[in-house]
């Protein structure tokens, strides 16, 4: 499997390094920053908005959970309406950019859309500004960009500046001062002598070092290079590169080396150290924007020809950087996901407190997905904070939640508690899998239920709850705020379970109904139809069951935009297999799963509690059309399983089946009557069935099979059923019925009656001979006919126009006789591939007929042919202009050399006649 990558979550904000601090520094050449207009026409000019500066952070917890939901409701953004990011740049204080900023960084390597994050602002800053103006210091798009390389870049920095840096803080006696106003002029060219040489230095480490730069520099440098092109002309790309890396990236850390960590820490740096590195910014800056010095800073112009001399390598070097071909997918691939609580919480309140102002910005369609997403993400304004419980409180709940997620905290006083105790003061919690009631006394757990437990919630006013659970347990309270509780409990249930029906969903007697909020269900957008998500829940239901992070990883990977269901890829072709007690919470998790079509479950030994999960599947589900059950056994008995499980589809009316595989069960043919009642009911559109190697020799006229049949000779739908296939099962006693049935079928194309007891052939196919059929693949193997009477019928239908449609016959092993399979031979078809293998064939009789056969493919292997018969039948075959594959497996039996070499003379001449 793929690597999985990691993600951080922080806690400390001391650990989060303030960007500001390492970019917002003024260099005495940088132009004044000039105010900014918004010509955006789809957002309000600034002067109609109050900026409000960011939230506060409270005592916030955030679950592995709601980091995945923001970065994918921040990717959404991204891809269906990024203005709505540069709307929430407007509604904040200019001094919270850098934050926020920072914010969307993080949480954007969460999804892999950064590129498109800073190419939507790199863009917006090029299309809506004068030249003079793009890409200021503190506008939206080089937050973005600054933030971006202050979290790629540090090793870099470290690895091409570190040594360069600490030389230059090393040598304090050395001056580059070329201010005649700060220095003696009898040691300016001393001076300028030994500025060039570092300047020489440390231009060579970094235009000979360009493949070190970090790939996400590259990129951002080609999106600023084609804008640039595009909007102020091609002589201007190596100057806003320029202005990109250096001013904003390689300067910065030069300059002010103790903030970027490339001197130990401690170490100061003297004012002349300082002045020094100013100055080897300041014509690093110019080169790289190919400028020389102006009027005002004279003293610089010996410097002049410096830039003159390495304007050409420097733009050398801005063609290197952008000279790069990459899928930007994967360049963050292997770089793990650190995102602070600062981050989400930033995030989190941006999204709901401007959540009306944004949503004009997103198509009608994407708006409701939007306001979905927020939905199962949960409101900021409900989300937690327990800073009001007390100490020893706070400590009771951050033990019980162990860094999981609660959607609610709050108190209550118990009215039922045991012992008739009442006015127990309790903690409540609704977590994301479990209510928790933890007495706030001690910190003990005094209950807990799953939600999948819960029957009933009962509320007459916002301060009394009750809440029923399946066991016949109940919990009543007098709490402040009961909405809040019921909503949470919604909320949490619906992101779980947003596919069960209604008859597993909890009663709610909530009075006035108006106490409830109107919620967005989820929609099937969440990968797989969020069936890890319920997977995972279901596991903590099942305490027995042991979650599998691998299995939702798989779920979540390998089953994009695949729909069928496959048991194997996890109890078979897993490094470590699902154990049978583990399969029971993901079986579960399908029955409430709207997103699979096809399930396929094959070698499983079920035992009761693992069947059950398979009867809730089947009970519950509401989207799956195909049916793949095949050798399943159990550890006792097998019938009432079998029973169980057609009284289940019998019962689920809102499911549409299209196909059924029940092959290789063994399943009795008085429990198939189960099945047969099940398809006299159901209105599914079922066009395949395959019961084959089930009943074997203990199937009568009066069994299920036979009702079977029965049953798709009667019910009209079924005369469009396509596939049938009744293979290894005794059919002599219900071969009227099945006769029955192709009267009245109508498209079937695959019929598979391959039997040992099969005795009337010519009853089965009596029916086709004057009646138009579909009929493709016929096999007809292993059946023991050896009497040319027993094959009458099915020539009778081979010849007549009514099997025009046939592709492949298959009477292998049936123990034809020679003078019928010469007949088909006679009937062929160019489209017809004949299957006669194992039938001890005489080859002298039949050979001189495969000259004129027009069948396209003929297997005749395992017939005991000598090799004269093969000599025989590839001298006839010389001629034929039909045949397209020859088998002929299995029949050289002979240790004669001489007869041997003949017989390969004769298959090569076959060969090189044929090509």
Request: glycine share 4%; with cysteine; aromatic share 10%.
């Amino acid at each position: 499997m793929a690597g999985r990558r990691q993600t951080i979550l922080i806690y400390s904000t001391d650990q989060d390094r303030d960007i500001s601090s390492m970019f917002d520094y003024e260099m005495d050449y940088e132009e004044e920053e000039t105010s900014q207009t918004n010509d955006h026409p789809d957002v309000p000019d600034r002067a109609e908005i109050i900026p409000h500066a960011l939230a506060k952070q409270t005592n916030l917890m955030y679950s592995d959970r709601e980091i995945e939901e923001m970065t994918a409701i921040l990717a959404f953004i991204v891809k269906k309406a990024p203005k709505v990011l540069g709307e929430y740049f407007l509604r904040i204080e200019k001094r919270d950019y850098d934050e926020l900023s920072k914010c969307l960084i993080n949480l954007s390597f969460g999804n892999d859309c950064t590129f498109d994050l800073l190419r939507y602002f790199i863009v917006e800053e090029f299309e809506n500004n004068i030249p003079e103006q793009i890409m200021r210091e503190n506008v939206p798009g080089s937050k973005l960009v600054k933030a971006y390389l202050n979290r790629m870049g540090e090793e870099y920095l470290q690895d091409i500046l570190r040594d360069f840096i600490g030389q230059i803080v090393h040598d304090r006696k050395v001056s580059f001062e070329m201010d005649p106003s700060k220095t003696d002029e009898v040691y300016l060219e001393k001076n300028k002598a030994a500025l060039v040489e570092r300047l020489n230095e440390i231009l060579d480490i970094i235009t000979s070092n360009v493949n070190s730069i970090p790939v996400g520099f590259r990129v951002i440098s080609q999106i600023v290079a084609d804008m640039t092109e595009k909007i102020i002309g091609p002589d201007q790309v190596h100057t806003m590169i320029g202005s990109f890396l250096f001013l904003r990236f390689i300067n910065p850390a030069i300059f002010s080396p103790d903030v970027y960590g490339l001197i130990p820490k401690g170490k100061s740096i003297s004012s002349t150290t300082r002045r020094n590195l100013i100055l080897i910014t300041k014509v690093i800056q110019n080169l790289s924007n190919g400028k020389t010095f102006s009027m005002k800073e004279q003293y610089m112009h010996p410097f002049d020809s410096f830039i003159l001399e390495n304007k050409e390598k420097m733009g050398e070097f801005f063609d290197n950087v952008i000279d790069i071909n990459i899928n930007v997918e994967s360049i963050h691939s292997d770089c793990d996901i650190i995102i602070s609580v600062r981050d989400l919480h930033v995030f989190h309140s941006l999204l709901f407190q401007y959540q009306s102002e944004v949503s004009h910005l997103f198509s009608e369609e994407d708006a409701q997905e939007f306001v979905r997403r927020l939905e199962s993400l949960g409101s900021y304004e409900n989300k937690i904070s327990f800073s009001f419980l007390d100490e020893n409180q706070q400590k009771y709940v951050t033990q019980v939640l162990d860094d999981q997620e609660a959607s609610y905290i709050g108190l209550a006083k118990l009215n039922n508690a045991k012992k008739k105790k009442k006015n127990v003061a309790l903690i409540v919690v609704v977590g994301m899998n479990r209510l928790i009631f933890i007495k706030g006394s001690n910190g003990k757990i005094y209950d807990q239920f799953h939600l999948l437990s819960l029957e009933a919630i009962i509320s007459n006013s916002p301060t009394e709850l009750e809440l029923v659970f399946r066991a016949g347990q109940s919990i009543s309270m007098n709490i402040e705020n009961a909405d809040n509780v019921i909503n949470s409990i919604r909320r949490s249930f619906s992101y779980h379970f947003p596919g069960i029906p209604r008859n597993r969903n909890f009663n709610l007697d909530v009075q006035p109904s108006s106490r409830l909020l109107n919620m967005t269900l989820p929609s099937n957008s969440e990968v797989c139809g969020g069936l890890t998500i319920t997977y995972k829940c279901l596991c903590n239901y099942y305490e027995s069951s042991e979650y599998h992070p691998n299995i939702s990883w798989d779920i979540s990977n390998l089953y994009h935009n695949n729909h069928t269901f496959d048991l194997t890829d996890f109890t078979e072709k897993e490094e470590n297999p699902l154990a049978l007690i583990d399969t029971v919470p993901l079986f579960h998790a399908l029955a409430y799963n709207r997103y699979f079509t096809t399930i396929k479950i094959s070698n499983i030994k079920f035992d009761k509690t693992s069947w059950n999960s398979i009867i809730e599947l089947f009970s519950c589900n509401s989207t799956l059309e195909n049916i793949v059950l095949t050798h399943i056994t159990f550890s006792q008995n097998a019938r009432t399983y079998w029973s169980s499980l057609f009284e289940a589809l019998r019962d689920n009316i809102s499911i549409s089946f299209r196909s059924f595989d029940l092959s290789n069960n063994s399943i009795e043919d008085k429990v198939l009557s189960g099945f047969a009642e099940f398809l006299q009911t159901t209105n599914s559109p079922i066009t395949s069935i395959d019961l084959s190697y089930n009943c074997g020799d203990k199937v009568s006229s009066d069994g299920g099979l036979d009702a079977i049949l029965e049953v798709i000779s009667t019910v009209p739908k079924f005369k469009q059923m396509q596939y049938l296939n009744l293979e290894g099962n005794r059919l002599t006693d219900i071969e009227g019925s099945l006769s029955r049935y192709l009267e009245v079928q109508e498209d079937l194309e695959y019929l598979n009656i391959s039997s040992r007891k099969l005795d009337n052939l010519n009853i089965i196919f009596c029916t086709v001979i004057n009646k138009p059929t579909n009929l493709k693949q016929v096999i007809i193997s292993n059946c023991k006919l050896p009497s040319f009477e027993e094959w009458e019928a099915l020539l009778e239908f081979l010849v007549s126009p009514n099997s025009q449609n046939l592709e492949l016959l298959d009477i292998s092993g049936s123990q034809v006789p020679t003078e019928v399979f010469i007949n088909i031979l006679k009937s062929s078809r160019e489209e017809l591939y004949i299957d006669a293998k194992g039938n001890n064939l005489e080859a002298p009789f039949f050979a001189e007929h495969l000259f004129n056969m027009r069948a396209r493919g003929l297997d005749i292997s395992s017939n005991n042919f000598s090799e004269d018969d093969l000599t025989l039948i590839f001298q006839n075959l010389r001629n034929n202009v039909h045949l397209e594959e020859l088998v002929i497996s299995d029949n050289f039996r002979s240790t004669n050399a001489r007869i041997r070499s003949s017989l390969i003379d004769s298959l090569c001449s076959l060969v090189l006649h044929i090509n």
